[in-house]
């Protein structure tokens, strides 16, 4: 069997690709990656597309995209990894909660683009982020209370972490106020082994996108 292949676009901006790598790692299946900076890619980034075929993941023969579809193809593939928790509760809330990521929290991710390079000291959020900011902040909250972390869900990363793993790099970024439980939880994804590698190959990831590194 060929190994995988996961192709991505920036390592600087793009979220979904970001999550595609964590799910891929946090699945430890092998893989290889591809990068793309073409025309499409930074459509999607600059949110100007919907097609969201990057990140994609090849393997066996098989193309899945769409971040969801990866995470429940790494699932299936290899469950010994406890991508989902293992309790039905917690393993309904995980999926709502990495859905309810996948297809909401609009005007978060227009106001407080994912940029791993800058940093945004006092940066000024317009009111509709703050409101998806707080409700981004009450799911952490509530799920290490309940599961009492260091993760969404315990002991073990999850499909969770990874699809809310590129919102705690926009928190560090624009410089967003949490309280002592969340900002623990953002130093925890902040200091994951994948994560650290993904940021330090954004850092030296030569292509700019200027309409992303525009000051407000």
Request: charged letters at 25%.
């Amino acid at each position: 069997m060929s190994m995988a292949k996961l192709v991505i676009s920036s390592r600087n901006y793009s979220s979904w690709s970001l999550r595609g790598w964590l799910l891929t790692r946090l699945s430890g299946l092998p893989f290889e990656v591809e990068e793309v900076h073409d025309d499409a890619s930074r459509a999607e980034l600059l949110m100007r597309s919907s097609s969201m075929r990057v990140p994609c993941l090849v393997h066996d023969g098989l193309s899945v995209w769409d971040t969801l579809a990866i995470a429940e193809y790494l699932n299936e593939l290899r469950p010994e990894a406890g991508m989902l928790p293992a309790e039905r509760v917690a393993r309904a809330r995980c999926r709502s909660i990495a859905g309810e990521m996948h297809s909401g929290f609009s005007a978060l991710r227009s106001a407080l683009p994912m940029n791993l390079r800058a940093y945004k000291k006092n940066f000024a959020v317009w009111s509709g982020a703050r409101a998806d900011i707080e409700a981004v902040k009450a799911i952490w909250s509530d799920c290490l209370a309940t599961w009492h972390g260091p993760f969404l869900f315990g002991v073990m990363a999850t499909i969770a972490d990874a699809m809310y793993a590129p919102v705690v790099t926009r928190f560090r970024t624009y410089d967003v106020l949490l309280d002592s439980v969340c900002s623990a939880y953002r130093d925890q994804i902040l200091a994951l082994p994948a994560m650290v590698e993904w940021t330090k190959a954004a850092q030296l990831e030569p292509d700019e996108v200027e309409e992303l590194d525009v000051e407000f």
